[in-house]
């Protein structure tokens, strides 16, 4: 009998965690698997996912640059991944691809569970409007945050998020210039990648409030300039994506396995290798 086939697929890709979190999901549940990481710039991501199929894959985290292109190749998604416009999980049916988002309910997972914070009320700052955007923007609503404002380098693109997720009294996409003119916050989430490329845009010190929570969607040395300036902002508290990279993880392994592990143990084991970690997913 052949072990089930699944995979990350991302550009890049290379460092990715998720073959390790999976493995060890596996080993706990006792659920043999193979995953594996596939590089894919974005000419050739339709071209890699058929052949994955073909040869039997049954299911697939995706990653960035591809979280939007994979919504729209499927052939069902869910509702979750419908309100994102993204899909980070795929799930093979008898009909295709079903499309799936786990970055929201992972990052509130990790916010609520893991590190305690009561999201009720809070006024938000969500920088960037990409996939992982997109992704977290329903959830966040969805466990009560206040306000949300939408920042991006590219105006049009926050604009499209804000009309996407259908609440004009609620969400107010801005332009970056506005940003030392928005008071403060009492949650800032970094959803961009532009660390990544050393641009990391310039942020004023007045966005964080005392109690402010700032969050790096990334993880690793890709997150050190956004959690360096919050700290210097003063933010109370300054998380990395981590946490919700093993949630989301998780939340895809029930998705496909019908089984949920737990995720402490697998959180605290790459923690402890926190000065090796370099974000791929």
Same mark, same amino acid.
């Given at each position: 009998?052949?072990?089930?086939?699944?995979a990350?697929?991302?550009?890049? @890709?290379?460092?990715?965690?998720?073959?390790?979190?999976?493995?060890?999901?596996?080993?706990?549940?006792?659920?043999?698997?193979?995953?594996?990481?596939?590089?894919? !710039?974005?000419?050739?991501?339709?071209?890699?996912?058929? +052949?994955? $199929?073909?040869?039997?894959?049954?299911?697939?985290?995706?990653?960035?640059?591809?979280?939007?292109?994979?919504a729209?190749?499927?052939?069902?998604?869910?509702e %979750?991944?419908?309100?994102?416009?993204?899909? /980070?999980?795929?799930?093979?049916?008898?009909?295709?691809?079903?499309? =799936?988002?786990? &970055?929201?309910?992972?990052?509130? %997972? &990790?916010?609520?569970?893991?590190?305690?914070?009561? #999201?009720?009320?809070?006024?938000?700052?969500?920088?960037?409007?990409?996939?992982?955007a997109?992704?977290?923007?329903?959830? #966040?609503?969805?466990?009560?945050?206040?306000?949300?404002?939408?920042?991006?380098?590219?105006? +049009?693109?926050? =604009? $499209?998020? !804000?009309?996407?997720?259908?609440?004009?009294?609620?969400?107010?996409?801005?332009?970056?210039?506005?940003?030392?003119?928005l008071?403060?916050?009492?949650?800032?989430? /970094?959803?961009?990648?532009?660390?990544?490329?050393?641009?990391?845009?310039?942020?004023?010190?007045?966005?964080?409030?005392?109690?402010?929570?700032? @969050?790096?969607?990334?993880?690793? +040395?890709?997150?050190i300039?956004?959690?360096?300036?919050?700290?210097?902002?003063?933010?109370?508290?300054?998380i &990395?994506?981590?946490?919700?990279?093993?949630?989301? $993880?998780?939340?895809?392994? +029930?998705?496909?396995?019908? @089984?949920?592990?737990?995720t402490d143990? @697998?959180?605290?084991? #790459?923690?402890?290798?926190?000065?090796?970690?370099?974000?791929?997913?």
């Open positions: 009998m052949s072990i089930p086939r699944f990350v697929i991302g550009h890049p @890709v290379a460092h990715s965690l998720s073959p390790r979190i999976h493995a060890a999901f596996g080993r706990q549940l006792g659920i043999a698997l193979e995953y594996v990481a596939i590089d894919a !710039a974005p000419e050739q991501f339709d071209a890699l996912l058929a +052949e994955f $199929a073909a040869e039997g894959g049954l299911g697939a985290n995706i990653t960035l640059p591809h979280k939007t292109r994979a729209s190749i499927c052939t069902h998604l869910s %979750r991944a419908r309100r994102a416009g993204a899909a /980070n999980t795929l799930i093979r049916s008898a009909t295709g691809w079903e499309g =799936d988002n786990t &970055d929201g309910a992972g990052l509130v %997972r &990790d916010l609520t569970d893991r590190h305690g914070l009561d #999201l009720r009320e809070r006024r938000t700052l969500l920088i960037g409007a990409g996939g992982a997109r992704g977290v923007a329903p959830a #966040l609503l969805d466990a009560g945050i206040g306000d949300l404002y939408i920042v991006n380098r590219t105006p +049009e693109r926050a =604009d $499209a998020l !804000a009309d996407a997720l259908g609440q004009p009294g609620r969400v107010h996409p801005r332009y970056m210039k506005d940003m030392v003119a008071g403060t916050f009492d949650l800032i989430v /970094n959803a961009t990648s532009a660390a990544r490329d050393a641009q990391l845009p310039s942020l004023p010190m007045s966005l964080a409030n005392p109690r402010a929570a700032s @969050v790096d969607l990334s993880y690793g +040395e890709v997150a300039p956004f959690l360096a300036w919050a700290k210097a902002a003063g933010a109370h508290d300054r &990395d994506g981590l946490g919700m990279l093993v949630e989301q $993880a998780a939340e895809s392994f +029930e998705r496909w396995h019908r @089984v949920r592990p737990e143990p @697998v959180y605290a084991a #790459l923690r402890e290798r926190d000065d090796a970690l370099v974000t791929a997913d």
